[in-house]
């Protein structure tokens, strides 16, 4: 069971959450614009990467605040959560993430 | 003497815990025995000289007890008796107390005469993966052969009643959670509790040593048990420290997360509290010394009663008191066994010979051996087994590692202590996704790497002698404390040990078996699989370890192949041609040891597996006699039967009192969200895929939420009380994911609007009026409103006061009649609920439930979401296309001119009656053009149906292909799976039977 940083609750148990799936997809602003298939890749495609990943977290057992996390899908380390609209970490720039001094952050168990 | 096994008081080393001035009895398999506090149950039967425990899993072959922890393959009892029985627990893990019941699980009529044991004889018909081979034609025959198959094969049967007993769940955290409490454990706890660290040590075990309990060693010039002791005290003097015994580690999980099983009262059942306690431990540094377990020499029928791993054997001498035969010969591959023969020796043991497959064995523990007279045959292995029922002597030849050559000698023995070396217990390290590494010279996989906070240490490290494990725990266990953040100086933790080097063991699964021999030589004895087996696997081209494991159930026991496993990848790759590591290996996954449910469920049973949500008037339904309904987890009235009643009669009467005079339903459930703040309207305006923003102060209009994919996920009303704010309702189920729903897109895709969103649902009670006679009964209770049709029209809401309370009264319908939804602070339901019941009287008032509810609506064509929808289901599909707007954009939109779901042949919402008056067509039922043998085409299917008290005839609605097309045509209700199969023609018609028009809705 994950332990997640909540950036409102702090470090709380995986079972107060939903995952929301992968972040920083944006709804398109004029969705009329797009092709059957632009729209059909927005709707349905997802990444599924093997290394970081960033993903939406609902904290909907908690103080229902959405954020997102970047997670690592082999080990499963959270490098950091930060708020929506919040830049996402660079796992390979270690130092970017301590200038976001309000999210909280977990170092990475290993 | 009644315990002929157990060693006199003079021969009875320092280290047994058992207690002989107290004598329990207990039964096994029907008979009385006795043994002693400290005895488990295995050592109370070794004590008592019973050979068998048994009967093994395919075979039924006689068992004996073969090894002296939670790795025990073969002892697997029936515990207990009735609702509190407990299958499949090993003899080993069970400690005696007095009046203790048990009896072997996999034998009738009796252990020592099993009617079973013919597939003994009958084996050649049973080969690995016999049942995908043997009993796949004809089809159909499986099912019997399932049934046959399960009868024969069941290990254990399930309690006859509710479990009598509680169980308890404890949360911790932790700086270092160390997991098992042998010498590395204790000196790892020591170690990380010196400094300050919060630390959690806990073993399987009733007391702290580990192996130190079972051998006879000294630390500083003492037992070693004495060490443990001293050790267990300072843990226990430690205010931060939390030790705890009879504890079980099943499962590491991520970020620290362990699972442990405390069982509390699992040894003396007339202990007060819970049985068992799970504790769910967040660890921020785990160490494991889980130690590691002895695995057999396979070789022919290993499997007799008196073979034994050689360890356990000294486990029941040293720490029992108990010699597990009166004539022993050990056999193994390394220099630890050598200790068997010699601790056996000293208990008074005959000890006939040590058997070693190795040549010129000259360690220290063999030299011993030689000085203290034991005849040693190297370069030899036993090739056979004598006895069925108990070990009654072995024969031995010359082995040269790969074949075995000359005459076979007889050795007269009732015991046979085995070992084939041991593998460190990295079961737990790999759940967190520990890889492993293959050390060609311990023959054994070690732990390598992961990214978990988790350091593995001693034997399960590899690290076989005492002053090793000592200090690599103390070493561990510092690092640990320091990593979790304490960084105080500490006292090192030293221990004094002189270790007895050992010389490399051979790598040596198993002893060849002459072809044309009908004995087995088993790998995994819980499973009953033999080497040959797995060279059969091998041959059929089952290569690697995953495919192998499945296909012939190596390591798929209770014990999980804690002794085998290692041995069959052996075994596996020998007859493979190839080396071990390449196989690669199963995975180990939790739990490592058996978890009852209970534990799992702790006191979340019975009423508190689910919690239970009532409405205010919830009393008054029960005085009623109403029939409840659970809705997610709400209790509804399904409908308020009368005295003779049946529900047809009940929901009839229901039906068409609200159709008459006045109904009144427990709206109460219904999901309520009010969404307020200045953007509130152009909000909802996206949210909704009809138009929001135009709604006037005090109206309410009917709106459709839709997902991005065009499908509709929720409806419901849509009330707007001031400028910037509405109050929303959803269906009774949804509540939750739609408030969920709104959150997500106003904080993640659109965080500028100012909206905040309440959840409302259980703020507010709702009384649902309505029927012909609903306006005079509001009337009366509400004299300050003004409810004529022109001042209080349909799809409207006014605050005032109902009752005598502050009321939001909605002028809506789902049932096609006046109607008005009466909303109070929940704390006034019941009261408005009974005024309206008392008051209705005279008008005819009648309550109704959820069917009649269904029925209603569906007289009008209604849908529910999630009854008539299904997840591909659009506006348009429903007959709602007109509510979508084409002045804004809204979630979903986009996708509703995609080709699918804009293209003809989609199924629409329809109605459908049948000629026969009487006939209700079974929701779920497939329509069919006309009857035929299937495979027939599909049109569509039932979504809803019921018999109309108010029309006189069965009404359904169904989503069927092209539907608004086909009106007036005749579809047929299939019911092929009837005998004879049935069609029923039906008249496909518009949604709508009742009242086309609406105006009753408007009067």
Known sequence: MLLIPCPWCGLRDESEFACGGEAHIARPKDPDALSDAAWADYLFMRANPKGWHRERWHHVHGCRRWFNVARHTVTHAILESYKVGEAPPDPDAPTAPAKRKRSARVKDSG | MSQPYRLPPERTPETARIDRGTTLAFTFNGESWRGHPG??????????????????????????????????????????????????????????????????????????????????????????????????????????YEYLIRRAAGIGRAPDGADPHTYDKANRHCDVLVIGAGPAGLAAALAAGRTGARVILADEQPAPGGRLLDERCEIDGAPAV?????????????????????????????????????????????????????WRVRAKQIVLATGAIERPLVFADNDRPGAMLAGAVRTYVNRYAVAPGKQAVVFANNDDAYRTALDLRAAGVDVTAVIDV?????????????AAGIPVFDSSAVVGVHGRSRVDGIAIRAFDGKTVTGESRQLECDLLAVSGGWNPAVHLYCHVGGKLRFDPELAAYLPDRTSAPVRVVGAAAGKFLLADCIADGAAAGLTAANDAGVRKKAVAVSARIEDVDERPQASIWEIPIPPGSRSKSFVDLADDVTAADLRLAAREGYVAAEHAKRYTTLGMGPDQGKTGNVAGLGILAAANGVALPSLGVTTFRPPYTPVTFGALAGRDVDALADPVRRTPMH?????????????????????????????????????????????????STLGKIEAHGPDAAAFLDR?????????????????????????????????????????????????????????????????????????????????????????????????????????????SVREGTVAGIAARVFRVSFTGETGYEIAVPARFGLALWTTLVTAGER??????????????????????????????????????????????????????????????????????????????????????????????????????????????????????????????????????ELSPGRWTPAEVTAPCFFDPEGRRIRD
């Open chain 2, 358 to 370: 190795r040549s010129g064995p000259d360690g220290e523990w063999p030299t011993r051996a030689v």
């Open chain 2, 687 to 795: 949210i909704y895929c009809n138009d929001v923003a135009d709604l006037r102060v005090g109206r309410c209009r009917y709106g459709l939420m839709l997902g991005e994919d065009g499908m509709v996920i929720d409806d419901g009303v849509i009330a707007r009380l001031a400028e910037d704010r509405f109050h929303l309702t959803t269906t009774t189920g949804n509540a939750a994911r739609i408030m969920g729903w709104l959150e997500n897109w106003l904080q993640t895709e659109w965080p500028d609007m100012k909206v905040y969103l309440t959840s409302v649902t259980e703020h507010w009670a709702v009384a649902s009026v309505c029927g012909p006679l609903a306006r005079a009964l509001v009337a009366e209770l509400a004299p300050a409103l003004d409810l004529s049709p022109a001042a209080f029209p349909h799809m």
């Open chain 2, 843 to 976: 008008h005819g008032l009648t309550p109704y439930g959820t069917e009649a509810m269904h029925v209603l609506r569906a007289e009008k064509g209604y849908v529910i979401v999630g009854q008539e929808t299904d997840g591909t289901s659009t506006p348009r599909d429903l007959g709602l296309g007109r509510m979508v707007s084409r002045r804004k954009d809204f979630l979903g939109r986009r996708s509703l001119t995609r080709a699918d779901t804009a293209a003809t042949g989609r199924k629409e919402l329809v109605g459908l009656r049948t000629v026969d008056p009487k006939f209700v067509a079974p929701e779920g039922a497939h329509l069919v053009a006309k009857p035929a043998d299937p495979p027939i085409e599909m049109l569509g299917h039932v979504t809803s149906s019921y018999r109309s008290a108010n029309l006189g005839h069965g009404i359904a609605l169904a989503m069927l292909r092209d539907g608004r097309r086909r009106i007036g045509e005749t579809v047929y209700v299939a019911q092929p």
């Open chain 2, 226 to 278: 004495r060490w443990s002791e001293t050790a267990a005290a300072e843990l226990e003097s430690q205010p931060d420290t939390i030790c705890l015994a009879r504890t079980t580690a099943f499962g590491i999980y991520d970020h620290g997360f362990v699972g442990l099983i405390e069982r509390r009262t699992d040894h003396d059942p007339g202990l007060p509290g819970p049985r068992q306690r799970l």
């Open chain 2, 39 to 144: 005895d488990t149950l295995a050592s109370a039967l070794l004590a008592n000289g019973v050979a068998v425990v048994a009967r093994s899993f395919k075979y039924h072959r006689p068992r004996g007890i073969f090894a002296a922890g939670s790795e025990e393959p073969n002892a697997l009892v029936q515990l207990g008796a009735g609702a509190a029985t407990v299958p499949n627990v090993a003899a080993t893990r069970v400690e005696l107390y007095e009046g203790l019941i048990a009896g072997s699980a996999n034998c009738w009529p009796s252990v020592d005469f099993d009617l079973g044991a013919v597939a003994d004889f009958a084996s050649p018909l049973l080969p690995a993966g016999f049942y995908y081979k043997t009993f796949m034609a004809p089809s159909g025959a499986w099912r019997l």
């Open chain 2, 619 to 667: 009393r008054w339904h029960e005085r009623s006699g109403a029939a409840f309904e659970d809705v997610g987890q709400w209790k509804r009235p399904h409908h308020y039967p009368r005295a003779g009643e049946g529900m047809e009669d009940a929901v009839g009467r229901e039906c068409l009192a609200a159709r008459r005079a006045v109904g009144l339903l427990d709206a």
